[in-house]
């Protein structure tokens, strides 16, 4: 069973692009930049299928 953690998402927006960064909980969690994807519906919903599936 995968246990779950929690994390933060930042999500910088422009009309063509999102830049992606998550920050883990916690004083010492640490701080990745993904990248950006594209803005659009699909691109968002992967993104989140992604993360969910590595965080729970």
Do not use: C, W
Not at 11 to 39: C, H, M, P, Y
């Amino acid at each position: 069973m995968q246990q779950k953690s929690k994390v933060f998402v930042g999500l910088d927006t422009s009309k063509l692009k999102i830049s992606v960064a998550v920050a883990e909980d916690g004083r010492q969690g640490e701080i990745r930049f993904l990248g950006e994807i594209d803005n659009t519906p699909e691109a968002v919903r992967r993104l989140v299928h992604k993360l969910a599936s590595r965080h729970g």
